[in-house]
């Protein structure tokens, strides 16, 4: 186990969140990111940091997800200002008010569960913290995906996003695939590295970029990229934010699995607002 790599990755995940939603403000340039200009700090985070930020005080805390202690903490620290779907929010405010986590997590997407692509925003840093470990890495991104993500897409895109940190760079799509059922994510990630050397355009088009806030919309894109800038944090995050579409989610991903190669450049990390205290 290792808590400082986690605690990179987190880094990685918030800045890309919080430098992903600047880009919804109004007025906001993405030529400028593109040509080295950064928005002014401070880059406020949104859902993405302070779920993640969660599943590690549990991991730092306990070692391993007890998925009831994980879903009473989502409950009581949802802030529906942070960026909360409101599939999410009426989720977490059942548990909140009693529900059991897997009833209410039950009730999403018609009673199927939710396939959306929360469970792996929040979950690079768990693949990190358990990254000498990939049987132990699957065991636990699954538990924390279930408290609120019961749909199996929902849960791959939970363990692509988690391999994929604890094997960060070109190799990633092996070890993914290897510990990926047959289902939409995993063919969206075998077109991913089939897409490898195109360009970011072409990727997203191809593979999506989040804008149905999908797992199966989102992760075969974010590996795409993970694997196209493993070592070039800034181009992997300005890749996300070309693409469009659900830049904050995409690049929180991204930023996860690529800072446990590279760490977070400085100035940026200087511009993110700080991160929450669980």
Request: charge should be negative; proline fraction near 5%; charged fraction near 20%.
């Amino acid at each position: 186990m290792s808590f400082d790599l986690a605690l990179r990755s987190l880094d990685g995940l918030s800045v890309g969140d919080a430098l992903g939603a600047q880009f919804f403000v109004p007025g906001r340039s993405r030529a400028d990111l593109a040509a080295g200009v950064l928005p002014d700090g401070p880059w406020q985070w949104t859902d993405d940091t302070e779920m993640a930020s969660l599943v590690l005080a549990e991991l730092g805390e306990h070692g391993e997800v007890d998925q009831d202690r994980l879903a009473g903490s989502f409950a009581r620290h949802c802030d529906p200002y942070r960026g909360y779907g409101p599939g999410a929010v009426v989720v977490l405010h059942r548990i909140r008010d009693g529900v059991p986590w897997r009833e209410a997590a039950a009730t999403a997407y018609r009673g199927e569960g939710s396939c959306g692509n929360g469970a792996a925003m929040r979950v690079a840093p768990l693949g990190a913290f358990f990254a000498d470990d990939l049987d132990a890495v699957v065991t636990q991104a699954v538990r924390s995906a279930e408290v609120t993500h019961l749909h199996p897409e929902g849960i791959a895109g939970a363990v692509a996003v988690a391999v994929a940190a604890a094997v960060p760079g070109p190799e990633l799509f092996d070890a993914v695939l290897d510990r990926l059922d047959d289902g939409q994510v995993r063919r969206g990630v075998e077109d991913a590295r089939r897409l490898l050397g195109r360009t970011t355009a072409e990727a997203a088009y191809e593979l999506g970029n989040g804008s149905h806030s999908t797992a199966q919309d989102s992760v075969p894109f974010v590996l795409w990229v993970a694997a196209t800038h493993p070592d070039d944090y800034r181009a992997a995050i300005t890749a996300c934010v070309e693409a469009g579409g659900d830049m904050d989610t995409t690049a929180a991903m991204v930023g996860g699995i690529v800072a446990c190669r590279t760490g977070v450049p400085g100035d940026w990390l200087a511009r993110r607002e700080p991160l929450p205290r669980a």
